[in-house]
């Protein structure tokens, strides 16, 4: 039985840190390039971070880069994502998600980050 | 980057109806596209993956086509569960970018 679950979100204040975490189980996730994909409040899905299956490379959204920083372990099934000099705009359901560009994707049941004083 | 433009951005149809949502790239991404749909608080689900190819599980009422720049997804008759807000999602190049989604109501 597939799961993937996401932690570690809250409400946070503009400029301050928060490191999200994604924890995979019943699917071979050293296989599978993780996302981070978010939500703003009733608005659309908006593409956030890649890394690949074996952590070689990654890429962020513009309006991230620099700020976030996507990692993985393998040894724990566990998809990390640290926010760093957070903004109001950053304030999302966050969702971790492996996707293959073949064969079936694996999505989390999100996060949510507030960033407000 | 590579925008992606959805339309409609929402619309109103029947159960029973065929409904037809396009994504259009601003350059070429070959076949490199998903289409997901959400429900409401839910994370969303791909349907079809390189543009054209069903995912396992997916009713078959669901199509996808289309390569180049221009993309739809079709179906053929909708159904009650079937009311979503879906999106479609490039993979051919860095960053990865969403449409901006279309919302299937109930007319």
């Known amino acids: 039985q597939v799961q993937v679950v996401a932690s570690g979100g809250g409400v946070v204040q503009p400029g301050r840190s928060l490191r999200l975490s994604c924890a995979a189980s019943?699917?071979?996730?050293?296989?599978?390039?993780m996302h981070w994909v978010r939500q703003a409040p009733g608005k659309g899905l908006e593409w956030v971070a890649v890394?690949?299956?074996?952590?070689?490379?990654?890429y962020y959204a513009d309006s991230v880069t620099g700020r976030f920083t996507i990692s993985r372990d393998n040894s724990k099934n566990t998809l990390y994502l640290q926010m760093n000099s957070l903004r109001a705009e950053d304030t999302a359901v966050y969702y971790c998600a492996g996707i293959a560009v073949t064969g079936p994707d694996y999505w989390g049941q999100g996060t949510l980050v507030t960033v407000s004083s | 980057d590579i925008q992606m433009t959805q339309s409609p951005s929402s619309l109103s149809a029947s159960v029973g109806d065929r409904v037809t949502i396009t994504c259009r790239a601003s350059q070429g991404i070959r076949n490199d596209l998903g289409w997901f749909q959400q429900k409401p608080g839910r994370a969303p689900e791909r349907l079809i993956y390189t543009a054209s190819s069903l995912q396992s599980g997916v009713p078959s009422r669901f199509s996808g086509s289309g390569s180049g720049t221009e993309f739809t997804l079709t179906i053929s008759s909708l159904q009650p569960e079937d009311f979503a807000t879906y999106y479609c999602?490039?993979?051919?190049?860095?960053?990865?970018?969403f449409g901006g989604g279309t919302k299937v109501e109930i007319k």
């Open positions: 890394i690949w299956h074996d952590g070689s490379k990654k």
């Open positions: 019943g699917f071979t996730f050293s296989n599978y390039g």
């Open positions: 999602l490039q993979h051919n190049s860095y960053p990865f970018t």
